[in-house]
Each structure stands twice: as C-alpha cells, then as structure tokens.
C-alpha cells in the first residue's frame, strides 16, 4: 500500500501538464485586445458616418454623375418635375452648392405625356419656342451630365422663371420624332442667405455742436456770466 501510495504522488497529476505556455498567453491576450478594439473602432466609424451622411450622398452622387431611373418622389416633388406616367429612358443627376441645388431630368414620353407634362409644369405647348434650347449645362458639370444640343434637330425650349419659394425651371424638348418627343429639363431652387444680425442699430456720433445746442446763441445766452468758475477753469499749462 506505501508503495502504491508513493508512485500516485510521484506521479504528475492532469493539472502540472498544463501550465500555460508564452504562446497560449500571447493568443489571450490577442484575443482580448481585439475584442475590445474592434467594437470600439466600429461605434467610432459609425459616429463619424452618422454626422456625414450628407456629405457622403453628395459625393456619391457627384460621382456617379447621370443616374438611369427615375428620381425619388421626394425629389420629383421638391423640384417640381412631374414625370408623366408611362414615361422611358428616365435618367437624373442632383446637384448641391451653397448657393442653389439643381436637379437634371430627361425621360422619353409621348405626345400626350408631353402635354400633361406642360400642363402640370404651369405652361403648354404653345409656350415652347422652336428652335430654342434653353437647358444650360455647366462647364464643370458637363463630364457628369452628358447631354448635347447639336444643329440641326428640332429643338424646342422654354424658360419658367420661379414664383416666390419654387424653383426655376429650365425645359427643352427634341421633337424630332413628335410621336416620341425627350424632355430635358433642369429645375433649380436658389438659396438666400440673409447676413447675420446686428448688435443693434449704430447711434450716430454727436457732432461736436450737437451737445452745445444750436449754433445760433440766444439772445438770453449773454446774461449769464461770461466769467468760468474756478472749477470750470482749464488747468495750467505745464
């Protein structure tokens, strides 16, 4: 039994075989620091996300340029661009400054489309100028917004100036084929930026008669005495 006895404590238990090695320790520690920093970098990139949404959609559709489809309903109606229904060949492009935002819509619609079209805008056939292209593209603008005008189509345009707080809008159409006429139009709404408020209104400075009252002495003014008090005395030269 002695014997027995000494060998089961001679002999190393589970737990002396399992001592953590540098290398097991090095991976916990890994472990622990990943797990603490990942989350903490992703709640940071999704704040710094969250406060930039705007400029990301900005830069995203300045990017992209020309979208094909349609815009948003939120943008058709802020912009004032009722597309007909039925209408094809939808593409847009927005774009935002300090000064105006301007959406850029074309889309393919039929005879009766168009006069809808015109009807909804405030205007009719009768207003479109032949010949007339009265969309603008800016220079800076034209590598994203591929339209082109070229001579020799038929070209008809009109111009909506804005009423109060809506926006301008700019429409040309090609009627080269009447069945099926493109309507390029560029809606804009501008911006005013009134300047900050004043500390008030300045109070223009007396001139130097204004405290002494008027100019012309009154013809009680030479009873008083002529002579200055003491305390009235400019003081010595020095």
């Given at each position: 039994?002695?014997?027995?006895?000494?060998r089961?404590?001679?002999?190393?238990?589970?737990?002396?075989?399992?001592?953590?090695?540098?290398?097991?320790?090095?991976r916990?520690?890994?472990?622990?620091?990943?797990?603490t920093?990942?989350?903490?970098?992703?709640?940071?990139?999704?704040?710094?996300?969250?406060?930039?949404?705007?400029?990301?959609r900005?830069l995203?559709?300045?990017?992209?340029?020309?979208?094909?489809?349609?815009?948003?309903?939120?943008?058709?109606?802020?912009?004032?661009?009722?597309?007909?229904?039925?209408?094809?060949?939808e593409?847009?492009?927005?774009?935002?400054?300090?000064?105006?935002?301007?959406?850029?819509?074309?889309?393919?619609?039929?005879?009766?489309g168009?006069?809808?079209?015109?009807?909804?805008?405030?205007?009719?056939?009768?207003?479109?100028?032949?010949?007339?292209?009265?969309?603008r593209?800016?220079?800076?603008?034209?590598?994203r917004?591929?339209?082109?005008?070229?001579?020799?189509?038929?070209?008809?345009?009109?111009?909506?100036?804005?009423?109060?707080?809506?926006?301008?809008?700019?429409?040309?159409?090609?009627?080269?084929?009447?069945?099926?006429?493109?309507?390029?139009?560029?809606?804009?709404?501008?911006?005013?930026?009134?300047?900050?408020?004043?500390?008030?209104?300045?109070?223009?400075?007396?001139?130097?008669?204004?405290?002494?009252?008027?100019?012309?002495?009154?013809?009680?003014?030479?009873?008083?005495?002529?002579?200055?008090?003491?305390?009235q005395?400019?003081?010595?030269?020095?």
């Amino acid at each position: 039994m002695t014997c027995g006895a000494d060998r089961a404590a001679a002999e190393p238990g589970p737990a002396a075989g399992r001592r953590p090695t540098a290398a097991g320790r090095l991976r916990r520690w890994t472990a622990a620091v990943l797990l603490t920093v990942i989350p903490a970098v992703y709640l940071a990139v999704s704040a710094d996300q969250s406060h930039n949404v705007a400029a990301v959609r900005k830069l995203r559709a300045e990017r992209a340029g020309l979208v094909h489809g349609a815009p948003s309903a939120v943008q058709r109606a802020v912009y004032e661009v009722p597309i007909p229904p039925g209408a094809r060949g939808e593409a847009f492009f927005e774009a935002n400054t300090w000064e105006k935002d301007s959406l850029y819509v074309q889309f393919t619609t039929t005879r009766a489309g168009l006069t809808g079209f015109l009807a909804r805008v405030g205007t009719s056939r009768a207003r479109l100028r032949a010949g007339r292209v009265t969309v603008r593209v800016p220079r800076g603008r034209a590598a994203r917004v591929h339209w082109r005008f070229p001579a020799g189509r038929h070209w008809a345009g009109t111009t909506l100036p804005a009423p109060g707080l809506h926006p301008s809008r700019e429409i040309t159409v090609d009627l080269d084929d009447p069945r099926e006429p493109v309507v390029f139009v560029v809606s804009t709404i501008r911006f005013v930026h009134y300047p900050h408020a004043s500390q008030g209104p300045s109070t223009p400075s007396p001139s130097p008669h204004a405290s002494q009252g008027s100019s012309t002495p009154s013809p009680h003014a030479s009873q008083g005495s002529s002579t200055p008090s003491p305390s009235q005395s400019p003081s010595p030269l020095p």
